[in-house]
């Protein structure tokens, strides 16, 4: 329940619970949270057993964690074997490949073997590939309005 309470903070409770209740006060304050804490639990649980009870048989393996959506994705996805094809197939597909391939035939060439490190293939350059340019110790146009 406080798993991601740290000690430095239970220690601040702990001083802050002290001056508020007072030493004397503070044992008696103890059992009364802890007494509501086990009723609300009782209470979850006999409407949890009660829902169980009305639902059927059929829902008798039924949690109520799997309400969180995070947690029946999971579970779907587990069971799933149509996923499990799924994530094979993504791993099979080639992006860049099919990518240049599209370019290839946007712009009307044959496809060819892709071009190592941005350089010309059949004279017409990759256009997905970055242009290496020559560093000319020019710096480029200023552009007031741009800016």
Do not use: C, W
């Amino acid at each position: 329940m406080f798993s991601d309470i740290g000690a430095l903070e239970l220690v601040a409770l702990v001083v802050l619970a002290v001056l508020v209740f007072g030493p004397d006060k503070l044992p008696k304050v103890i059992q009364d949270v802890s007494r509501f804490i086990r009723k609300v639990r009782d209470f979850s649980d006999s409407a949890k057993e009660d829902i169980r009870s009305e639902l059927g048989p059929e829902f008798k393996d039924f949690e109520f964690e799997d309400l969180n959506p995070k947690t029946f994705l999971r579970k779907q996805m587990e069971q799933n074997e149509d996923l499990r094809e799924l994530k094979e197939l993504r791993g099979s597909f080639d992006l860049k490949k099919e990518m240049n391939e599209v370019a290839d035939a946007v712009h009307g060439r044959a496809s060819a073997p892709a071009a190592v490190n941005g350089s010309a293939v059949n004279g017409t350059p990759d256009l997905l590939k970055k242009q290496d340019k020559p560093d000319t110790g020019e710096r480029p146009p200023y552009d007031s309005d741009a800016t």
